[in-house]
């Protein structure tokens, strides 16, 4: 139990997916302007998150791991998670019409976002069971969901600031998306 | 060379493929949710960017919204005419589009014309000789210029004339309103493509202070006002406007009428 603690708290603070290993920075800035679209990419992105590890870990073990092909991971894995979001994007808007549309066109953004494949590939090189790979991909996601959050808060704000003609829109959501990388650093010592 | 591998490795990868894919077909069929038919038909014509100018999350939302009848073809400014009124007939309504809007200068106190007040010799800007004194130009309201709506100008439509004032080609010109936001005296407006007459001063000095600076300079005589009995013409604060939606191509035009020449003929009267 303590140890699937570990996982979540070191997934989400420690290394953090965007802040601390840089993946998934493309809806990290993209979708980072105002705090309501940002939640529903941060809800989206850790449910597939945690869907992909189950079946990236199923996968892995019973066919790469059988048949000795761990060279195919990640082919393989793109191949899964892109079938998979389909599949749950369908599923999603026959079963719950309000929950599609809250998720909108951010579910098959997900299929391409790095951070997914990032936590495929890590549970695999980490060698997780299956329930800490679950819980791994769960944390990931609101890892990710807390940096877009903070930073569309932020960002939010910088609209009424001053902000220099020449730093105004990218350069400074980069220079904000460094310093909250640097504030995430702080935790490094934490485990 | 490992030939097991290379076989197991397309036989999986191709077994993954292929069991994925009839999955989803499965689920495709199976998980099929009834739409509006009219959704799918618009959304081939929508351009695909999802840009999002729409306000919307993507062309598909937005094609939803269009068959809801919660938003206009028009909001959509990427999708041209043809795509518009191909849509417009799926959803069974007519598009009216708005007419084509282009920049207008309201000032002709060019050189020769305004009386010059000064001696300007710092940055050759509008913005920067408002700071200071508002350049050489005696008039407060008009021109200053230096040609900062020429600069900001992404088309190349807007030049500066040999009288030192500048020119709209209302033919390149695309109603941007980059210029209109550029000039520091808000001389430069914009209007609809079709008004042709305007009076081309903003001068709300009185007659006599207004023509003390400047030869074309609207004085408020209002014998514009007079000759169309206060239809199209209207006087206030010193200075006469045209009012648009009141006046037609069939008022006399009091072009010639006007004693300082400040009420003028902008650009050709079929033009689009």
Known sequence: MFNLLVIFLSAVLVNNYVLVNFLGICPFVGVSKKIGPSVSMGLATTFVMTLASAVAWLLNKYILEGLNLQFLQTVSFILVIASLVQLVEMFIKKVSRPLYDALGIFLPLITTNCAILGVALFLVLKQYNFVESIVFGFSAGVGFTLAIVIMAGIREELELADVPRYFKGAPITLIVAGCLALAFMGFSGLI | ?272
């Open chain 2, 1 to 272: 060379m490992n030939y097991t591998s290379l076989v197991y490795a397309i036989i999986s990868m191709g077994g993954l493929g292929l069991f994925f894919s009839i999955m989803l077909m499965l689920a495709n069929k199976k998980l099929h949710v009834e739409e509006d038919p009219r959704i799918a038909l618009i959304g081939d014509l929508l351009p695909g960017a999802n840009c999002g100018s729409c306000g919307y999350a993507g062309c598909a939302n937005f094609a939803e919204k269009l068959v809801g009848g919660e938003s206009q073809v028009t909001n959509c400014p990427v999708c041209g005419a043809e795509a518009a009124a191909k849509i417009a007939e799926i959803l069974g309504v007519e598009v009216s589009f708005e007419e084509r809007k282009v920049a207008v200068v309201f000032c002709q106190g060019g050189k020769g014309v305004v009386k010059e007040k000064a001696r300007y010799t710092g940055i050759k800007s509008c913005i920067a000789a408002t700071l200071v004194s508002g350049g050489e130009r005696a008039c407060a309201y008009g021109c200053i210029g230096y040609g900062d709506c020429v600069a900001v100008c992404p088309f190349d439509a807007i030049h500066m004339n040999t009288a030192g004032l500048p020119e709209v080609d209302r033919k390149k010109c695309t109603g941007c309103g980059n210029c209109v936001s550029a000039c520091p005296r808000n001389i430069i407006q914009l209007h609809p493509i079709s008004h042709h007459v305007f009076v081309l001063c903003r001068n709300l000095d009185s007659g006599r202070n207004a023509r003390a600076v400047c030869n074309i300079a609207c004085i408020a005589c209002k014998i514009c006002e007079k000759a169309v009995n206060g239809v199209g013409f209207i006087v206030e604060n010193n200075l006469a406007v045209v009012d648009h939606d009141k006046y037609t191509k069939e008022l006399i035009l009091p072009t010639d009428k006007c004693p300082t020449k400040c009420i003028v003929i902008v650009g050709e009267a079929d033009e689009v």
